[in-house]
């Protein structure tokens, strides 16, 4: 089974950026597509990024098009969300996600379906 543990969260002010990591660790023999989903306040998860098992084609919500940018670094076990030009809504825990099958190309739009997270999380704060 995998793990995984996500960092980099923090406070910023709007239009600041942010650089989260996800690391995993356990059984990370096989790659699989990756994601990120966000929880924020009065609002349910959102699959905001995903990104195919190369790290070559990703998806990304319309609410964060432009402003965030996932990518991976498959040496390492690690995936990134870079967040910029952040807004006050953006604000809540974000969440790193594994693809359920390796047959998960990555490219879509992710769902509770076809991906589940395994993190406590990281948060990321925006102030006005």
């Known amino acids: 089974q995998v793990q995984l543990v996500e960092s980099g969260g923090g406070s910023v002010q709007t239009g600041g950026s942010l650089r989260l990591s996800c690391a995993a660790s356990?059984?990370?023999?096989?790659?699989?597509?990756m994601a990120w989903a966000r929880q924020t306040p009065g609002k349910k998860l959102e699959w905001i990024s995903a990104?195919?098992?190369?790290?070559?084609?990703?998806y990304s919500a319309d609410s964060v098009k432009g402003r965030f940018t996932i990518s991976r670094d498959n040496a390492k076990n690690t995936l990134y969300l870079q967040l910029s030009s952040l807004k006050t809504d953006d604000a809540g825990m974000y969440y790193c996600a594994k693809a359920i099958s390796m047959l998960e190309p990555g490219t879509g739009a992710p769902t509770p379906f076809t991906y589940q997270y395994y993190g406590q999380g990281t948060k990321v704060t925006v102030s006005s």
């Open positions: 990104i195919n098992s190369r790290g070559t084609r990703s």
């Open positions: 356990g059984d990370t023999s096989s790659i699989y597509a």
